[in-house]
T-cell receptor, first 109, second 119 residues
Framework: QKEVEQDPGPLSVPEGAIVSLNCTYS??????FMWYRQYSRKGPELLMY????GNKEDGRFTAQVDKSSKYISLFIRDSQPSDSATYLC?????????FGAGTQVVVTP | SAVISQKPSRDICQRGTSLTIQCQVD?????MFWYRQQPGQSLTLIAT?????????ESGFVIDKFPISRPNLTFSTLTVSNMSPEDSSIYLC????????????????FGAGSRLTVL
């Protein structure tokens, strides 16, 4: 069983819609949670970082962590074609990072 | 945050050959990480490279196949040896970046990756 599970998509949404991305993880020792965005032919870049249950908001992006369910989410409001990318969830436990496989998101104009 | 330059950005290689990927960071870092990214799969850590010591390899990766050099605190190389089509992948260099402004956080910054195709 993978330590971090993520639906690979692709997820196609019209411009302006809300994008909802999810990951589950198996190890309750994971303490920190991240979302990375990866554009085609680029490396992953950090998008959101959180270390507690609850919501964290940054502009159009909201990261949500539910440690009791071992569930992490990313919501993108008012999606734009420039949000088309692969989104990877990741966890960190004492410097050991585990990544999801990434969900490809396509926002159509 | 750190800026990482990787080269080559892409290459097409013949079976049985070897290719060395270079990673240059614009600041001194203790550890550098090499990841492999295969289509539809999670980023997989190959090894951790510390300056002045041998790299630490993850399960399933061996030094003979993926020799790593770390001559100083800003540079590392990963060689993919005796390549087969199964080695076709994106290889990513990464560093832990304290310059993100997130107190106490370990976050990774990545290079743009090296896309290898082995025929």
């Amino acid at each position: 069983q993978k330590e971090v599970e993520q639906d690979p998509g692709p997820l196609s949404v019209p411009e302006g819609a809300i994008v909802s991305l999810n990951c589950t993880y198996s190890n309750s020792a994971f303490q920190y949670f991240m979302w990375y965005r990866q554009y085609s032919r680029k490396g992953p870049e950090l998008l959101m970082y959180t270390y507690s249950s609850g919501n964290k908001e940054d502009g159009r992006f909201t990261a949500q962590v539910d440690k009791s369910s071992k569930y992490i989410s990313l919501f993108i409001r008012d999606s734009q074609p420039s949000d088309s990318a692969t989104y990877l969830c990741a966890t960190d436990s004492w410097g050991k990072f585990q990544f999801g496989a990434g969900t490809q998101v396509v926002v159509t104009p | 945050s750190a800026v990482i330059s990787q080269k080559p950005s892409r290459d097409i290689c013949q079976r049985g050959t070897s290719l060395t990927i270079q990673c240059q960071v614009d600041s001194q870092v203790t550890m550098m990480f090499w990841y492999r990214q295969q289509p539809g799969q999670s980023l997989t850590l190959i090894a951790t490279a510390n300056q002045g010591s041998e790299a630490t390899y993850e399960s399933g990766f061996v030094i003979d196949k993926f020799p790593i050099s770390r001559p100083n605190l800003t540079f590392s190389t990963l060689t993919v040896s005796n390549m087969s089509p199964e080695d076709s992948s994106i290889y990513l260099c990464s560093v832990e970046d304290p310059g993100t402004g997130i107190s106490g956080a370990n976050v990774l910054t990545f290079g743009a990756g090296s896309r290898l195709t082995v025929l």
